[in-house]
């Protein structure tokens, strides 16, 4: 069973970069369309980006379009999210997980989350 591990989070100020990273462990995540989704403080978890198996179609919140860009090496087993242009309101924990497109939303297809990578950006 894939249990993927995200990395890359830190603290920055508004405005910086980041590169987020997703690997798959003890598995593969296959043709799955993968998806980062975020929790911040106080709220419930949020649709990012997701991406699909031959990395020809993507998809973003609005929030976050033209600003960050996923992407994923399936020879590595990686999905990627390169974070420009950072807000204070992208500052969450980050998780990534196989995604699903229901109607107009974005849901998690494992019940599983890991632990996640912090982003904390500053004013």
């Known amino acids: 069973q894939v249990r993927p591990v995200e990395s890359g989070g830190g603290l920055v100020q508004a405005g910086g970069s980041l590169r987020l990273s997703c690997a798959a462990s003890g598995s593969t995540f296959g043709t799955y369309t993968m998806g980062w989704f975020r929790q911040a403080p106080g709220k419930e978890r949020e649709f990012v980006a997701a991406i699909a198996w031959r990395a020809s179609r993507t998809y973003y919140t609005e929030s976050v379009k033209g600003r960050f860009t996923i992407s994923r090496d399936n020879a590595k087993n990686t999905v990627y999210l390169q974070m420009n242009s950072l807000l204070p309101e992208d500052t969450a924990v980050y998780y990534c997980?196989?995604?699903?497109?229901?109607?107009?939303?974005?849901?998690?297809?494992?019940?599983?989350w890991g632990q996640g990578t912090q982003v904390s950006v500053s004013a």
């Open positions: 997980n196989a995604a699903q497109q229901g109607g107009s939303r974005w849901y998690a297809l494992d019940d599983y």
